[in-house]
């Protein structure tokens, strides 16, 4: 069967125009194909998996490597093929370049469809009403949107306009949704709709009677999920994987093979889906929750049995009185301001320990809110449980499903959160309080997180997947799979085999990494930003054509800013000033035109930008691109490995930079035509003992060295 994918792919690649043997990508499918064929799927009684986590360079033409063979094997096996991407340009390229091109040549049909979170599509009974109402939310569905409004001058126009916008931007959804026009999704819209707008019309789980719905026959959301049940392949993100792990939305991992791209970004994600985090400031919901309880079990002659307005309201008490503990708290580490206020910041709690102070009434508040989201959950079953068995009051019941759905995510956020604060194991988790105010008023969040993504992957994730393949151009660190691994929940695990592909192109031929050896040491930031800064602007000066200066910080990149002559004013475009699509759009544009042109940008400019052939003929790296543990869940963990006798600056710090660093070093060569420089400022590369180990994990440019204040 691995014989079959592979040949499928040769077929490909064979067909493809201006095609070039790549060896790289041939041992990159034949790894697909001999780790997904080894993969028993479905009912088994000892299934074997299989995952292969390859690192395939620049070049190396990852997409066709692996989806002519998964597609294949797929079709060969009648399985499915789930592609799991970390961001939209590279779903974009899978679905509009790839996959048809590879629909075109492959010898047997498929289809293929792009799945997107329920969010991305209009609740069509929400915009019934909201239009019935002349675009005028009632308590239905606002309970979400309680956040203040700024009451400043003139804003009183500005709100008037707000509500014409919303009026007319219901009204053209629900005329182009009647005319075939638009298919529900927010995506198509002609023009993106203010957040605040669309999460009133959004479609959401909780505010869903499936198929009790009047509208489940035409709804836009399960039209989608219909085209997804009948595509062999189905594109999706990271996030939306693992949020719908134990769910119907997708292809069971037991039974479909998956691929997940981009895998680098598996671990944060995995953090970000099991953190929570509760608002202790803006609880105007908690007040409708007694009355919506009320006028629902009244509509429908139930009972509900707890006593919500006395919990509602102890439970709101709870969270004042924890709002303002927890703001004197925060205020006590950061200070006051000049008008003798308390500053915004965030405070977290040292080996995830919550202060005895704060443990009555975190615990008082996941009792309260844990007895009325049984209730709010029960009296949302019994009216389920009416529309299915009266079909004639399916409209009502759909309406008042949805306003106990409105408070289902909120109550949800306040137990999950209260929960997670109260629990103390031998691995901490992190745990911290969050002040921050605008337009004067100040928001206070409680916040709790794992800190080890490798042990929720390997929980929740791994323990479903039977075939896999993880892939990236940055998956080693310091020249070793190992950071990676564990990081992903992986190490150590017998089923897993790790595969570096070499890229096609010829680093030492077509690349120059140039070291610059300032006199100031990096960690002496002011006068190490001094002198890289000069130094930065002679070599701009050299531009002829396209460049890429990379920062690690808003201070260094408005500094260089600042520091540009008269000559190169006009050359700099700085990320920030305009939309990033606006910003590359203007940098091809000048350099097409024969006029040198320098991107100036932080870190999300180091991945993911493609500037092939003179777009970028040089990267500047300002200096080596560390993230010291300066975000609550990176000190939490910092701190337990110490606690430990661990070494997180070598654990984490340094692996994790090495991955950084060869990202940014990958913006240089992009095709084998190219020829480009790096020129990195920071002499630490090929000073210090864990400058080399990063400098052995990039591809293998000729280096030389120079000397700041010389000729550049």
């Known amino acids: 069967m691995a014989d079959l994918a592979l040949a499928a792919f040769e077929k490909v690649v064979g067909a493809t125009p201006g095609f070039r043997p790549r060896p790289g990508q041939h041992e990159m499918a034949a790894c697909v194909a001999a780790t997904l064929a080894r993969a028993d799927l479905g009912e088994h009684p000892t299934p074997t998996k299989a995952i292969a986590v390859i690192q395939a360079g620049t070049g190396v033409g990852k997409s066709a490597a692996y989806s002519s063979t998964a597609i294949a094997l797929a079709l060969e096996r009648k399985t499915r093929v789930l592609i799991s991407t970390a961001t939209v340009a590279l779903q974009e390229q899978l679905m509009t370049k790839d996959l048809p091109a590879l629909a075109q040549t492959m010898d047997k049909p498929f289809v293929f469809a792009l799945a997107k979170g329920r969010g991305r599509y209009v609740c069509k009974l929400k915009l019934e009403r909201l239009v019935g109402n002349g675009g005028t939310a009632d308590d239905l569905f606002d309970a979400d949107n309680d956040a203040p409004t700024p009451a400043k001058f003139g804003t009183s126009l500005s709100q008037e306009e707000a509500e014409e916008r919303r009026i007319h931007l219901y009204e053209t959804m629900a005329s182009t949704l009647t005319t075939g026009s638009w298919d529900g999704d927010r995506d198509t819209l002609a023009e993106a709709p203010d957040p605040r707008d669309w999460s009133t019309v959004a479609a959401e789980r909780h505010t869903c009677t499936v198929r009790h719905c009047p509208r489940f026959r035409d709804c836009s959301y399960y039209e989608a999920r219909t085209r997804l049940a009948e595509a062999n392949v189905i594109v999706a993100n990271h996030d939306l994987v693992l949020a719908s792990l134990g769910m119907k939305t997708l292809p069971e991992l037991d039974n479909c093979l998956v691929i997940f791209d981009e895998g680098h970004h598996l671990p ?255 960690k002496q930031a002011d006068a190490y930003t001094r002198e890289m800064v000069a130094e930065l602007m002679k070599d701009l000066a050299q531009v002829e054509r396209g460049a890429l200066v990379l920062f690690t910080s808003r201070a260094q990149m408005r500094v260089a800013t600042e520091a540009l002559p008269a000559a190169l004013m006009e050359v700099v475009l700085v990320q920030g000033t305009q939309s990033r699509a606006r910003l590359l759009g203007s940098h091809m544009a000048r350099v097409e035109s024969g006029f040198p042109s320098v991107i100036f940008g932080m870190q999300s400019f180091g991945e993911g930008l493609d500037l092939p052939g003179p777009l970028c003929e040089t990267v500047f790296i300002t200096k080596l691109p560390f993230a010291p543990p300066s975000e609550p869940v990176d000190e939490a963990r910092a701190e337990w490995l110490r606690s430990v006798g661990r070494d997180p600056f070598s654990e984490l710090v340094i692996p994790a930079t090495g991955i950084k660093l060869l990202q940014w070093t990958g913006r240089a060569i992009r095709t084998e035509d190219d020829h480009a420089a790096v020129i990195c400022y920071d002499k630490r590369l090929l000073l210090q003992s864990y400058g080399r180990r990063m400098l052995a994990g990039l591809p293998p440019y000729r280096v030389e060295q120079r000397k700041a204040g010389g000729i550049a």
């Open 268 to 522: 944060a994600v995995a953090l970000d889906q099991f953190s929570s985090a509760m608002d202790m400031s803006n609880l105007r919901w908690l007040d409708k929750l007694p009355k919506i309880l009320t006028e629902v079990s009244s509509a429908l002659h139930l009972h509900v049995g707890e006593d919500v307005a006395t919990v509602t309201s102890q439970l709101k008490g709870a969270l004042t009185q924890l709002a303002r503990m927890a703001m004197e708290l925060v205020w006590e580490q950061t200070g006051q301001n000049a008008q003798g206020e308390g500053q915004d910041g965030t405070l977290r709690f040292a080996h995830g320990k919550l202060p005895e102070a704060l443990t009555e009434p975190v615990t008082q508040i996941h009792a309260q809110a844990a007895g009325l989201s049984k209730a709010l959950e029960a009296l949302g079953l019994e009216v389920k449980a009416i529309a299915k068995e009266d079909p004639s009051q399916a409209v009502l019941c759909a309406q008042l499903y949805a306003k106990l759905g409105a408070l289902a995510p909120r109550l949800g956020s306040v137990v999950s959160t209260a929960s997670l604060l109260l629990e103390h194991g031998p691995q901490p988790l992190a745990k911290w309080l969050q002040a921050e105010s605008e337009h004067g008023y100040l928001t206070m969040t409680a916040h709790a997180c794992p800190i080890v993504p490798g042990d929720l992957l390997r929980q929740f994730l791994w323990s479903q997947v039977r075939g896999a393949v993880v892939t990236s151009a940055s998956l080693t660190s310091c020249g070793s799979f190992d950071y990676f691994l564990h990081e992903a929940g992986l190490i150590n695990n017998p089923n897993v085999q790790a595969l570096e592909v070499a890229s096609p192109f010829d680093y030492a031929r077509q690349g120059l990494l140039t070291v610059v050896h300032t006199n100031a040491d990096p």
